[in-house]
């Protein structure tokens, strides 16, 4: 065979392999046609039997409820002629007919009864759970409004309690204001009169569960006043007492002059005497707070006492200057006598300055009741005698002042006599 004879019959087995797997291709791609159509009818089939099994269940249910609905006709119309039955039987049990009428649809209910299938029994006992569960939740629901309306009728039974309770404690109060209609007595502290340093006002009141106001000024401006308030100028400051069943105090005055320079140091305070300033101590010998008063000392004693600190024994005029005050009042805290302002009406004297409200406009304290105290002012008539001044512990309204007696000898020595010193 030839060169060309030997090419050519190549080409030509060539072309014939690549005839042969062209077919073959096209044979494999029919097959996966084929494959694919045949899964798309599967499915359709699927989806068609699908389709005709849910329209068959679904035609089932229908007719189980048709069926349900006919029988829970039945069971209505039945037990309303079993109820009717058991009427007619209770008010004449003479009328056979009736009653065995009665007992044949009794007989028809039984026999439909034992017809139901399986499925209309089991649909028919859900029906009956259903109506079971309902009725338990309606009486769960009727104990719940039984408790809400028990709590109800409790919470209105306490409040009718509570108001009767009110209208009680309002009758009571009203009894108590009408038998007290005496109103309480307040007190201010410090008293009015002159200071030298800022000063913490309080307002008390002689009464349990008391209140208490003051206003500076005027009476404009009222604040409670069971704390302290802090002052330091020169004034009036108004207060007044209510008591717990509403009897107020009238308005009282205090007034305040903040001193800028005492000039007479420690304990001691100017007053003017004959238009000149003399210095007088502000408690009884020896002239410390929250001490207690030396007595049982004699006129001459008392002279020696004050000399030796570099004073001397307060004249009268000097003693009732620094008493009454500002104002030339009867007693150093007003015009009238107050059993509860000084020390006037017990069975000893106490500590110097304890008696708060016992203090005069210039400072000093317990100038009436608590000790006599020495004067250097002899007593007229009586060259032998000096006046002793203010009254003591159980003087009572005879404390004032200007109450002074001379029956005091200078060398004597009494339990109730004391002094202060001037300079």
């Known amino acids: 065979m030839s060169k060309s004879e030997e090419v050519k019959d190549n080409d030509i087995q060539k072309n014939k392999k690549k005839k042969n797997i062209i077919v073959l291709v096209l044979m494999f791609l029919l097959l996966l046609c084929l494959f694919i159509v045949q899964c798309q009818l599967d499915q359709m089939k699927e989806a068609a039997l699908r389709k005709q099994q849910e329209t068959e269940y679904e035609a089932e249910q229908r007719r189980i409820l048709d069926s349900l609905k006919a029988l829970e006709k039945a069971l209505a119309d039945s037990l309303a002629t079993a109820d009717s039955l058991a009427r007619l039987d209770s008010l004449a049990r003479q009328d056979s007919l009736r009653a065995a009428d009665s007992l044949r649809v009794l007989d028809s209910l039984n026999a439909l009864k034992n017809n139901l299938t399986k499925e209309q029994r089991d649909s028919?006992?859900?029906?009956?759970?259903?109506?079971?569960?309902?009725?338990?939740?309606?009486?769960h629901l009727k104990d719940s409004l039984?408790?809400?309306?028990?709590?109800?009728?409790?919470?209105?039974?306490?409040?009718?309690?509570?108001?009767?309770?009110?209208?009680?404690?309002?009758r009571i109060l009203d009894s108590i204001r009408a038998a007290d209609q005496?109103?309480?007595?307040?007190?201010?502290?410090?008293?009015?009169?002159?200071?030298?340093?800022?000063?913490?006002?309080?307002?008390?009141?002689?009464?349990i569960k008391c209140k208490t106001y003051l206003?500076?000024?005027?009476?404009?401006?009222?604040?409670?006043?069971?704390?302290?308030?802090?002052?330091?100028?020169?004034?009036?400051?108004f207060f007044y007492a209510e008591d717990s069943v509403g009897n107020r105090s009238p308005w009282e005055e205090a007034k305040y002059d903040m001193a800028s320079d005492n000039i007479c140091g420690k304990n001691s305070y100017p007053v003017p005497v004959n238009g000149k300033e003399v210095c007088v101590d502000a408690y009884e010998y020896p002239n410390k707070a929250d001490?207690?008063?030396?007595?049982?000392?004699?006129?001459?004693?008392?002279?020696?006492?004050?000399?030796?600190?570099?004073?001397?024994?307060?004249?009268?005029?000097?003693w009732q200057a620094a008493c009454r005050g500002k104002e030339k009042t009867k007693y150093s805290y007003g015009s009238s006598y107050k059993q509860n302002k000084c020390n006037t009406n017990t069975n000893a004297a106490k500590r110097a300055g304890?008696?708060?409200?016992c203090r005069s406009w210039f400072g000093m304290y317990d100038m009436n009741?608590?000790?006599?105290e020495w004067t250097s002012t002899k007593a007229k008539g009586h060259e032998n005698m000096f006046l002793v001044a203010g009254g003591s512990w159980n003087t009572n309204n005879?404390?004032?002042?200007?109450?002074?007696?001379?029956?005091?000898?200078?060398q004597n020595q009494y339990p109730s006599v004391g002094f202060r010193c001037c300079k």
């Not at 028919?124 to 009486?139: E, G, L, P, Q, Y």
């Not at 009741?369 to 006599?372: I, M």
Request: net charge negative; with cysteine.
């Open 354 to 357: 304890r008696k708060e409200q």
């Open 291 to 318: 001490e207690p008063p030396k007595d049982m000392v004699s006129q001459e004693e008392a002279v020696a006492l004050c000399e030796k600190e570099g004073k001397h024994l307060c004249s009268l005029e000097e």
């Open 398 to 410: 005879g404390s004032s002042c200007t109450e002074s007696k001379f029956s005091f000898y200078p």
């Open 124 to 139: 028919i006992r859900r029906v009956r759970d259903s109506i079971a569960h309902v009725n338990d939740s309606i009486a």
């Open 369 to 372: 009741g608590n000790l006599w």
């Open 215 to 237: 206003s500076i000024g005027d009476t404009l401006h009222p604040q409670e006043a069971s704390k302290t308030v802090e002052y330091n100028k020169t004034g009036s400051v």
């Open 182 to 207: 005496i109103p309480p007595n307040a007190e201010i502290t410090p008293p009015a009169g002159r200071y030298y340093d800022p000063i913490k006002m309080k307002v008390k009141c002689d009464e």
């Open 146 to 170: 039984d408790k809400v309306n028990k709590r109800i009728a409790d919470s209105l039974s306490a409040l009718e309690k509570a108001r009767l309770d009110s209208l009680e404690k309002k």
